[in-house]
């Protein structure tokens, strides 16, 4: 802040020792005018200008240093008060700009929780004629149509899920309810609201769940467990999905183990970004690229570790390790 200070005084502090050389020169020159005492004179001022500008210095860095140490955000209060007009030049264009931020950040807050009720709304309205859509079906005879109707059905009903937890996403903390929840029962409907697509593609699963409770909120997990299974059958192919819980550590852990074609290990680090769709299969228009990314997103207020290991062509390993019961009391407090 020093350096920048003088750099921008520069010309007054030229200007000022430019005009004592001056003067020694001319005493110099000039024999009638005593050398020594111009000498002195200019030592003086000399001196006097160094205090002046020291007291200049700390006068107007403050409020300087003030906008420097500001975060940039729209609060203001943090600045110190202008003591010059062109301070106060400043201050009040700061001022006049955070204002007009914070109008349009409110109403662009307003507008996209308008699209997002919107949004909320048509979704539950378009289930009720989904419900129906679904009973129909189930009254078909005809097996091959029915079964390609489910499907076309079921892919629907993940992505209107999908959609809808999304929106809900941004405000999932206050959303929680954490409770012992069974395993066992929650995997089991995941699993049945599956079965038309795991009976079309031959998938069975084999469940062996040593751990039998986790201490979690059981609609996000839920949805969690639900990105997982859909993962996992959608790049299998008549084999079973393994999934077993254990204890390690003095923490649960749930694995879900598929043997599809796996993923290539330059992808595994992505797999969780927002849109990615792999790398091998890029043609295949059904993937959205968002399951992985909103499972990711949901398990981090829930405090699970979710991890990936897996080898192209050899399956994959989705592992969610659920925290210590402290851990979670330690958030609740604070």
């Not at 005879?141 to 809900?168: G, M, N, T, V």
């Not at 039998?212 to 084999?239: G, M």
């Not at 079973?240 to 290990?265: A, C, P, Q, T």
């Not at 849109?275 to 299969?281: K, L, M, R, V, W």
Request: net charge negative; glycine share 4%; charged share 25%.
């Amino acid at each position: 802040m020093i350096k920048a200070f003088l750099i921008e005084r520069r010309s007054w502090i030229a200007a000022f020792l430019l005009q004592q050389i001056l003067i020694l020169l001319i005493a110099f020159v000039d024999p009638s005018i005593p050398f020594k005492n111009v000498l002195y004179i200019v030592y003086l001022c000399v001196l006097i200008f160094v205090v002046f500008v020291i007291i200049r210095f700390r006068k107007e860095i403050a409020f300087y240093k003030s906008l420097e140490e500001w975060e940039n955000n729209l609060d203001v209060t943090a600045i110190s008060e202008p003591e010059t007009p062109f301070e106060e030049m400043i201050e009040k264009s700061i001022t006049g700009q955070t204002e007009q931020l914070k109008q349009s950040a409110l109403q662009n807050r307003l507008a996209l929780e308008n699209e997002k009720d919107e949004l909320m709304a048509w979704i539950h309205e378009v289930k009720t004629p989904l419900t129906a859509l679904h009973l129909i079906i189930d009254r078909m005879e005809d097996p091959s149509l029915k079964s390609q109707l489910s499907y076309e059905w079921l892919r629907i009903h993940l992505l209107l899920d999908q959609q809808l937890h999304q929106k809900r996403m941004s405000f999932i903390e206050n959303d929680l309810s954490l409770e012992m929840i069974k395993l066992k029962p929650l995997i089991i409907k995941e699993i049945r609201d599956l079965q038309s697509w795991c009976i079309q593609k031959g998938i069975g699963f084999d469940i062996q769940l040593e751990a039998e409770e986790v201490l979690s909120d059981a609609k996000w997990l839920a949805f969690i467990i639900r990105q997982l299974l859909t993962n996992a059958v959608k790049y299998s192919e008549a084999a079973d999905i393994v999934i077993n819980s254990y204890e390690k550590d003095e923490r649960k852990v749930l694995e879900v183990k598929d043997f599809g074609r796996g993923i290539d290990r330059k992808d595994v680090s992505r797999i969780f970004d927002k849109g990615f769709t792999s790398t091998t299969d890029h043609h295949n228009q059904s993937s959205t690229g968002m399951g992985l990314y909103l499972a990711k997103r949901a398990a981090g207020p829930l405090l699970i570790d979710i991890n990936v290991h897996s080898e192209l062509g050899d399956g994959t390993i989705f592992t969610l390790t659920f925290p210590k019961r402290n851990q979670f009391e330690r958030v609740i407090s604070v």
